[in-house]
């Protein structure tokens, strides 16, 4: 089955705490994204990457990092996360040349 | 500044009522333009979209209105079905490789039985 998986599905952490939510795909897309959303605010972009070892800042990258060392893969990671991170985090992939997203499951992370 | 501008937050219908979504958006380059089905506790999935080279596109009860001089479009909801009920977003952006999405805040829809 295609699918985009996160994990895990829900956190609870302490302020500062480092933690890594991963995400995978296996349809072989070259294009995946982290959006994180909040109530009222929709959708927003942390960070995308086009393919293997290349990836860029979206609209709210402060406080997360990515990494791209296999296509299948795109880990979010929070170094020191804050209160304000506490959010509903959603991994997508896409195929290069089709703008139809396939969205993960979601992570929930609260930060306390 | 916010890009794609969706309105209502909230929408309460009837079933087998019409549900209407509104989105505004500012780029004259966005030529892509999804609406995004989600049921609680799951991602966002492609309900429908449609790009400026037409100004309707149906898919069985959802139709996507597009009026490119008022940079407007909008998603119909025929004969809504409480199992529609969920929250919906629309988006916007270039196609193809420059397509990096710009979502708009959500419509949280009911349809009551």
């Known amino acids: 089955e295609a699918q985009v998986t996160q994990n895990p599905r829900y956190l609870i952490t302490v302020t500062g705490k480092k933690l890594t939510v991963t995400c995978s795909q296996n349809?072989?897309?070259?294009?995946m994204s982290w959006y994180r959303q909040d109530p009222g605010l929709g959708l927003r972009q942390i960070y995308y990457?086009?393919?293997?070892?290349?990836?860029d800042k979206g609209d709210v990258p402060e406080g997360y990092k990515v990494s791209r060392k296999e296509k299948r893969n795109f880990p979010l990671i929070l170094e020191s996360p804050s209160p304000n991170q506490t959010s509903l985090y959603f991994c997508?992939?896409?195929?290069?040349?089709?703008?139809?997203?396939?969205f993960g499951p979601g992570t929930r992370l609260t930060v306390t | 500044q916010q890009q794609v501008k969706q309105s209502p937050q909230s929408l309460i219908v009837q079933k087998g009522g019409i549900s209407i979504i509104n989105c505004a958006y500012e780029n004259t380059a966005f030529d892509y333009f999804p609406w995004y089905q989600q049921f609680p506790g799951k991602g966002p999935a492609l309900l429908i979209a449609?790009?400026?080279?037409?100004s309707e596109k149906k898919e069985g009860r959802f139709t996507i209105s597009f009026n490119k001089s008022a940079k407007q479009f909008s998603l119909h909801i025929m004969d809504s079905q409480p199992g529609d009920s969920a929250t919906y977003f629309c988006a916007a952006g270039g196609w193809g490789g420059s397509y990096i999405p710009t979502f708009g805040r959500g419509t949280s829809l009911i349809v009551h039985p």
């Open positions: 349809m072989n897309h070259e294009y």
């Open positions: 997508a992939s896409r195929r290069r040349g089709w703008n139809e997203q396939y």
């Open positions: 990457s086009m393919n293997v070892e290349v990836t």
């Open positions: 449609i790009r400026p080279d037409v």
